[in-house]
């Protein structure tokens, strides 16, 4: 086992556990997004890709555990993202993609903070998972562009 990790860099493992469990696709996987017959591969993939991230952020947990850092309380979502409930799949896919575009630049960030290797590794399994989902929103964004109404 790893030297105990110190208090600052112990903290900044919480956050980033607290902000990827509170992401915006995270809060998608409860918000029934409206989708016409067509859509439906397209709402399986995103499904799909909330899933893979709700396993890639267990399994980020479950690294801070064996590390014995408690698990932090997570919190609500931000309010901001129940102004997106109930909206068509085809509005919410470029947002979803520029969400995921700055928690991969946030992700980034963090990495750069951390020295221990171990804990440099798990943030990237996070991050390796985020930007694959990065190239599968803009695939769905640009396969489903909004509908325009005049």
């Known amino acids: 086992m790893n ?16 902000r990827e469990s509170r992401s915006f696709l995270q809060y998608v996987s409860d918000s029934f997004p409206w989708t016409t017959p067509e859509e439906t591969d397209a709402l399986a993939q995103l499904r799909k890709l909330i899933d893979e991230e709700r396993a890639a952020i267990a399994l980020f947990a479950k690294y801070l555990a064996r590390q014995h850092i408690p698990l932090p309380y997570l919190g609500p979502y931000p309010v901001a993202f129940t102004n997106l409930n109930f909206v068509s799949l085809d509005h919410l896919l470029p947002l979803l993609a520029d969400w995921e575009r700055q928690a991969i630049l946030d992700l980034e960030h963090d990495l750069q903070s951390f020295a221990d290797a171990n804990c440099r590794r798990e943030m990237q399994k996070l991050l390796e998972t985020k930007q694959q989902h990065l190239k599968t929103l803009e695939a769905l964004a640009i396969a489903h562009p909004e509908m325009v109404l005049r």
């Open 3 to 18: 030297a105990m990790l110190d208090t600052r860099t112990q903290t900044r493992l919480q956050e980033v556990l607290r």
